[in-house]
Nanobody
Framework: QVHLGESGGGLVQAGHSLRLSCAAS????????MAWCRQALGKEREFVAS????????DYADSMKGRFTISRDNAKNTVYLEMSSLKPEDTAIYFC?????????????????WGQGTQVTVSS
């Protein structure tokens, strides 16, 4: 099991950028596929992006393509989510997740370990 802690959330104006970080501990980080998922108030949890254990493979939800970038630094046991051109509808709690998989899932439910989340609020 890996322990995850997100940071970098906050209040930002529409059109601006934000970078989220997720630090991992307690496991072999470089063995885990990682993902970001989000949950807006009153809505279901939603897949945002995923990255393979090596960082070579990434995937994004359609609405995030071209605006969000997921990356990882295995030497720092950290995964990042760079978000640009933010919209009010991006307001949500953002969670990072880890999974020991031989592939890189694009469904939140396929990840086993979760952080506490960080709130992102985009004002119009």
């Amino acid at each position: 099991q890996v322990h995850l802690g997100e940071s970098g959330g906050g209040l930002v104006q529409a059109g601006h950028s934000l970078r989220l970080s997720c630090a991992a501990s307690g496991g072999t980080f470089s063995s885990y596929a990682m993902a970001w998922c989000r949950q807006a108030l009153g809505k279901e949890r939603e897949f945002v992006a995923s990255i393979s254990f090596s960082g070579a493979v990434t995937d994004y939800a359609d609405s995030m393509k071209g605006r969000f970038t997921i990356s990882r630094d295995n030497a720092k046991n950290t995964v990042y989510l760079e978000m640009s051109s933010l919209k009010p509808e991006d307001t949500a709690i953002y969670f990072c997740a880890a999974g020991l998989k031989h592939y890189t899932p694009s469904r939140c439910d396929d990840y086993s370990d979760w952080g506490q989340g960080t709130q992102v609020t985009v004002s119009s």
